[in-house]
Nanobody, 122 residues
Framework: QVHLVESGGGLVQAGGSRRLSCAAS????????MGWFRQAPGKEREFVAR????????NYADSVKGRFTISRDNAKNTVLLQMNSLKPEDTAVYYC???????????????WGQGPQVTVSS
């Protein structure tokens, strides 16, 4: 069982930066692939980024590659999403998720954070 608590949502100007954090409970954090997903109003939930169990490998959606960075600290049971050069189209609810299987599909993830809102204004 994993409980995920997110922080860092809010309002930011276009071109600015914001960092989301996700704190996980339990002592088996390193066994999970961690991912970030987002969902904008009227749209389906989409994959943003994922990181493997050790943090040595990452994968990004084309829409955020080069602007967003996912990282993890297994000693602190924490995963981060650094968002730079934000655009209005990045506006969405952002979800932290944990999966034993991994992948880019939301249904492959077993545990989810509460999904704070990130709003980017022009």
């Amino acid at each position: 069982q994993v409980h995920l608590v997110e922080s860092g949502g809010g309002l930011v100007q276009a071109g600015g930066s914001r960092r989301l954090s996700c704190a996980a409970s339990g002592r088996t954090f390193s066994t999970y692939v961690m991912g970030w997903f987002r969902q904008a109003p009227g749209k389906e939930r989409e994959f943003v980024a994922r990181i493997n169990r050790t943090g040595a490998s990452t994968n990004y959606a084309d829409s955020v590659k080069g602007r967003f960075t996912i990282s993890r600290d297994n000693a602190k049971n924490t995963v981060l999403l650094q968002m730079n050069s934000l655009k209005p189209e990045d506006t969405a609810v952002y979800y932290c998720a944990a999966s034993l299987r991994g992948g880019s599909n939301y249904y492959s993830y077993d545990y989810w954070g509460q999904g704070p809102q990130v709003t980017v204004s022009s």
